[in-house]
Nanobody
Framework: VQLQAFGGGLVQAGGSLTLSCAASGSVRSINDMAWYRQAPGRQRELVGAITNGGMTNYADSVKGRFSISRDNGMNTMYLQMTSLKPEDTAVYYC???????????????WGQGTQVTVSS
């Protein structure tokens, strides 16, 4: 199983960007999924998460600006980011609790990260 985050790039302050996180391979089902970010010199922090049923929660710093959604049929999660600020600059990671075709446990996988840079 692979979990891949993509869609990062350079954007001006006030702009928008959408990230995707896609699971591929022997995926039977996916439970919770989440986005994290890590800025230089800082610890990785939770941006927000989404349950299998679509319930979401967000860090206070992104509430009202970021939105998480998912397409269960495509095993993909999205992070829509609007009104971006320079302080949103970070490497964005996704994780997902995945049940494989060959097992019964949910295992947490991490994507490799995608860079988001917001210029002032």
């Amino acid at each position: 199983v692979q979990l891949q985050a993509f869609g990062g790039g350079l954007v001006q302050a006030g702009g928008s960007l959408t990230l995707s996180c896609a699971a591929s391979g022997s995926v039977r089902s996916i439970n919770d999924m989440a986005w994290y970010r890590q800025a230089p010199g800082r610890q990785r922090e939770l941006v927000g998460a989404i349950t299998n049923g679509g319930m979401t929660n967000y860090a206070d710093s992104v509430k009202g600006r970021f939105s998480i959604s998912r397409d269960n049929g495509m095993n993909t999660m999205y992070l829509q980011m609007t009104s971006l600020k320079p302080e949103d600059t970070a490497v964005y990671y996704c994780n997902a609790d995945i049940r494989l075709n060959t097992g019964w446990q949910y295992i947490r996988y991490w994507g490799q990260g995608t860079q988001v840079t917001v210029s002032s």
